[in-house]
Structure formats: C-alpha cells, structure tokens
C-alpha cells in the first residue's frame, strides 16, 4: 500500500532548510549578497544591487568580477543542488557538504550590468561521476537579454 | 634627500602607478576585496589580493572563490589593457576564460599579472595568470578579449 504524501509544510521545511544550509556552507555568496530563491526544485539566484558591486563608478556598471563570481556561485549551489535532491526528499542528506570545485569558467559579457538587483538560473548539461557541466545566464529586467553567460566545468567531489 | 622611496612600498614615487593605484581605489567592488595594484607597464599589470575569510569558497579547507580570484584576474586584464601604449580611453570585458589549476593556499595573498598581448582597432587580447605565494605553481589561468575605446 502506498503511504500517503507528506504534509507540505513538512516538505517546504525541510527544503528550505536544506536549501540554507547549502547556500550558507559558501560564505563568499554572503560576501556578495546573493540569495537563492526556490520553486519546487528550480533555484533563481538574487543579487541585490549595492554599491560596492560596481566596477565601473563613470557608467556606472557592475564589476565584471561581481558579475563572474554570481554566476559562478550561481553554478556551484545549482550543481550541488541538483545531485543532492535525492537525499534531501528522502531526508538522508549528510551532515557534511562536499562542494564541487570549479576546473575551467568561461564568462562571456553581452552587455553592461545595470546599477539595479541581477537574477541568474544554471542549467546542468551533464553530470557525471567525475565531471560536471553547467550553463548559467544571469540577467536583470529583462528575462530574454541576458547581460552575461558562463559555462564551468567541475570535479565533483 | 632623506626621504628615499623604499623598496617594498606597494606606493611607489612613480606617478603613473600612483594614479593607476587611485584608478584601482576607485572601482568600488576592486576596492571592496582589498586589491592593490603593484606593477604597471606598457600593457602589464600585477594586482594583488590579501586573504580574507569572507571571501572563502569552501570552510572545509578554508580555500578562497574562484569568483573572487575572477574578480581579480579581471581587473588585472582590464588594467592590462588600459595601460597598453596605444592608450584606449576605456575598456570592458568581452570574456574570460579561467582554469583553475589548484587550490590557492588559505591565508595567502593572491597575485595575478595580466598582460595584454595584441590589441587590433576595436578589440584587445590577455594573457593572466595568478598565483599565491609560490610563484612558480601558479593556481589559475586565464585568456580574455576586452573591447577598446579609443
């Protein structure tokens, strides 16, 4: 006989709560300032607008660097949360996260970043035993004109 | 003169890397994670960064972000560029292409030296790399093209 499902706030807690402790095992996001948040499975990463992202003070525009770490850690939470939602659902995720590390990043700028809040979603291509592939696009108020995409690749821990 | 420069001020007298150096102060986000640039030649640039704990990727070994070692091979390209001797008036990144070879040491400073090698009308070519306190096993390298406005 089948069990009945899960109570959904039983579901969302538990989630939510693994979702933080993901994000909080990487203290550069807190750094940055991004956020992660969470519908179903899928992850919208958020990084509020604050001064010291800016690169560029004449523009102004976000610092290339800002702009390549958010899409790297985009990546990496994206990656390690996709090969842990098993473990989550079944409530055997272990005590300690072990983060894949990045082998190889390659950004390409397509327009400036705006002095306003940015937004990016990661695609994992593949992931294997060893390696792992992730596309990710980061945009700002518009959802079609992304202003930079990377793809990483990493050694899965 | 008493007041001889010394060696190791990361300020020297020259004037073009002291306003190179405020060029540096000025990008918020470069100031923000401490760097300070050390070398400035004719399209060469070396930018350090100090070790931080906020800027750990990882607390199991306490190894800084790839992003934040991004960050700083970027500005280093960027430098890089602007001081080629064809002297663009401005340059952004167009991509960035970083491997990252091993794990900086935790509680190192990271240097990354950029150099651009070929510039065209529109277009500019970097070569960086960065290590931490062993310069001879470098912890990643990059190749970049940036847009110049001249």
Redesign the interface.
């Known amino acids: 006989m089948r069990l009945p499902p899960e109570p959904v706030e039983v579901v969302k807690s538990r989630r939510e709560a693994a979702l933080a402790r993901l994000v909080a095992?990487?203290?550069?996001i807190?750094?940055?300032g991004a956020r992660f948040d969470r519908r179903g499975d899928e992850l919208t990463a958020h990084l509020p607008f604050q001064?010291?992202?800016?690169?560029?003070?004449?523009l102004p525009?976000?610092?290339?660097?800002?702009t390549?770490?958010?899409l790297?850690?985009t990546a990496i939470i994206e990656l390690s949360w996709s090969n842990l939602w098993e473990d989550i659902e079944s409530g055997t995720m272990s005590e300690?996260i072990?983060?894949p590390?990045?082998?190889?990043?390659?950004?390409?700028?397509l327009r400036?970043g705006l002095p306003r809040d940015a937004y990016a979603r990661a695609r994992v291509n593949r992931s294997g035993r060893r390696f792992a592939s992730v596309h990710v696009e980061a945009w700002q108020d518009n959802r079609l004109k992304p202003f930079a995409a990377a793809t990483a690749h990493f050694l899965m821990p | 003169m008493t007041d001889d420069p010394i060696p190791d001020d990361p300020r020297p007298e020259d004037p073009r890397l002291a306003l190179a150096q405020s060029f540096i102060h000025?990008?918020?986000?470069?100031?923000?994670?401490g760097m300070q640039l050390t070398d400035l030649g004719e399209g060469v640039a070396t930018i350090t960064m100090p070790y931080d704990?906020?800027?750990?990727?990882?607390?199991?070994t306490g190894v800084?972000?790839?992003?934040?070692i991004?960050?700083?091979?970027?500005?280093a390209s960027?430098a890089s560029v602007m001081s080629h001797p064809s002297a663009p008036r401005?340059t952004?990144?167009?991509?960035?292409?970083?491997?990252?070879m091993r794990?900086a040491t935790p509680g190192q400073q990271i240097t990354a030296r950029a150099e651009c090698h070929h510039v065209t009308r529109s277009v500019a070519f970097i070569r960086v790399t960065a290590h931490d306190a062993d310069p001879t096993r470098p912890v990643a390298m990059g190749t970049g093209t940036f847009t110049l406005e001249r």
């Open positions: 095992s990487v203290p550069y807190g750094f940055l001064p010291m992202l800016i690169g560029n003070p004449m525009a976000l610092h290339g660097g800002a390549a770490a958010f790297e850690i300690i072990a983060l590390k990045t082998v190889t990043f390659t950004v390409d700028y400036s | 000025a990008l918020p986000h470069s100031k923000a994670l704990p906020r800027l750990i990727g990882d607390p199991a800084i972000h790839g992003g934040a991004s960050a700083l091979m970027d500005t960027g401005s952004a990144t167009l991509d960035l292409r970083i491997d990252y794990p």
